[in-house]
T-cell receptor
């Protein structure tokens, strides 16, 4: 069953802790993205990667880190440096420049 | 970088009426313009897209128009139904640096179709 899987669906983090969000795909897509969604703010790009072992900062990369060691996986770490991490995080994949992007179901992160 | 503006932020229509959502983009190099629908608690899904070499594209009740000169594109939904109620996002993408591409999204439109 092809697709993109994000886990967990809900995540709670204490202030000062790092947390890693998982994103896995079996669509054999080269490009993977992380977006943050806040009410009224749309989808803001955090990081993206178009090939293994390479990634670029998006518009709001501060306080986040990523890795792309495998084509199938693009985990996002929310570090303690992120001042306001509570949000809905979406991962997406894309097979090429003019093709459909597929989104995961999202992870809702709450800082407690 | 690319900047995408989307209007209106909320739109309420009666069932059977038409709905129009408009977007503008800033980077004249952008050449791919998809529209996504997001239902509550889910990830967005593509509903229609258009490339810059086409002025209009239609798929049943949904159509998209593109004006490259004005850097403007719009989503048109006819004969709206309650199940069309959702958040709609426009996006723009182009190639930079020869092979680099990414999707930049608008802030979304909450469409409510009243029975």
């Amino acid at each position: 069953d092809g697709g993109i899987t994000q886990s967990p669906k809900y995540l709670f983090r204490k202030e000062g802790q790092n947390v890693t969000l998982s994103c896995e795909q079996n669509l054999n897509h080269d490009a993977m993205y992380w977006y943050r969604q806040d009410p009224g703010q749309g989808l803001r790009l955090i990081y993206y990667s178009q090939i293994v072992n390479d990634f670029q900062k998006g518009d709001i990369a501060e306080g986040y880190s990523v890795s792309r060691e495998k084509k199938e996986s693009f985990p996002l770490t929310v570090t303690s440096a992120q001042k306001n991490p509570t949000a809905f995080y979406l991962c997406a994949t894309q097979g090429g420049a003019f093709t459909e992007a597929f989104f995961g179901q999202g992870t809702r992160l709450t800082v407690v | 970088g690319e900047n995408v503006e989307q209007h209106p932020s909320t739109l309420s229509v009666q069932e059977g009426d038409s709905a129009v959502i408009k977007c503008t983009y800033s980077d004249s190099a952008s050449n791919y313009f998809p529209w996504y629908k997001q239902e509550l608690g889910k990830g967005p899904q593509l509903i229609i897209d258009i490339r810059s070499n086409v002025g209009e594209k239609k798929d049943q009740r949904i159509a998209v128009t593109l004006n490259k000169t004005a850097k403007h594109f719009s989503l048109h939904i006819t004969e709206t139904q309650p199940e069309d109620s959702a958040v709609y996002f426009c996006a723009a993408s182009g190639m930079s640096g020869g092979s680099n591409y990414k999707l930049t999204f608008g802030k979304g439109t909450l469409l409510t179709v009243n029975p």
